[in-house]
T-cell receptor
Framework: KAGVTQTPRYLIKTRGQQVTLSCSPI?????VSWYQQTPGQGLQFLFE???????NKGNFPGRFSGRQFSNSRSEMNVSTLELGDSALYLC????????????FGQGTRLTVV | GENVEQHPSTLSVQEGDSAVIKCTYS??????FPWYKQELGKRPQLIID?????GEKKDQRIAVTLNKTAKHFSLHITETQPEDSAVYFC??????????????FGKGTLLTVNP
């Protein structure tokens, strides 16, 4: 069974641009969560999707958004990029939100210059 | 808001020694406590977890203990090996309205096992 797949692995963007990251969960998993990982702040929760609905949202500005498709694949979008958005973006999948064992993808390393 | 505190931030041990990492959480309604290991440049991997109806769980050299009264849980690694060197994250599943649980992570512990 394939694991959680994130694309692309690396991105370099300039300030003011927007970016879309993709996450394909483990087959059969319907819940996808997104996290931002930085050296100073650790893993910070962005949002969670289940059945194409955002069920939880962390404390991030509205520039961060996401969605989930009917096949459970999820995308997150960051608009008007800032230097501070440089981070590793990780997604995690679980069977359902209530089955909380979460498995991470390898992440997308975003660098904003 | 909810909070998970993790200590220490760095830990250095000699090969063969034990390592203990501790976390505290703020919400007594939390009911699921996983631990993740993240090696350099790799994804966090779930290594062990415990639910609030259990006080201790072991898996070979790794064990986790939970004290619900004190709202803290700990990771114990015995007979450490150099390949145990990594960043370890604790997390707590905290309620976020109804049954919508989410994981809140500690800031991580960099464990170095010296040969």
């Amino acid at each position: 069974k394939a694991g959680v797949t994130q694309t692309p692995r690396y991105l370099i963007k300039t300030r003011g641009q927007q970016v879309t990251l993709s996450c394909s969960p483990i087959s059969g998993h319907r819940s996808v969560s997104w996290y931002q990982q930085t050296p100073g702040q650790g893993l910070q929760f962005l949002f969670e999707y289940f059945s194409e609905t955002q069920r939880n949202k962390g404390n991030f500005p509205g520039r961060f958004s996401g969605r989930q498709f009917s096949n459970s694949r999820s995308e997150m979008n960051v608009s008007t990029l800032e230097l501070g958005d440089s981070a590793l973006y990780l997604c995690a999948s679980s069977l359902t939100p209530e089955v909380t064992e979460a498995f991470f993808g390898q992440g997308t390393r975003l660098t904003v210059v | 808001g909810e909070n998970v505190e993790q200590h220490p931030s760095t830990l250095s041990v000699q090969e063969g020694d034990s390592a203990v990492i501790k976390c505290t959480y703020s919400d007594s309604a939390s009911n699921y406590f996983p631990w993740y290991k993240q090696e350099l440049g790799k994804r966090p991997q779930l290594i062990i977890d415990i639910r609030s109806n259990v006080g201790e769980k072991k898996d070979q050299r790794i064990a986790v203990t939970l004290n619900k009264t004190a709202k803290h849980f700990s990771l114990h690694i015995t007979e450490t090996q150099p390949e145990d060197s990594a960043v370890y994250f604790c997390a707590a599943s905290l309620p976020s309205g109804g049954s919508n649980y989410k994981l809140t992570f500690g800031k991580g512990t960099l464990l170095t096992v010296n040969p």
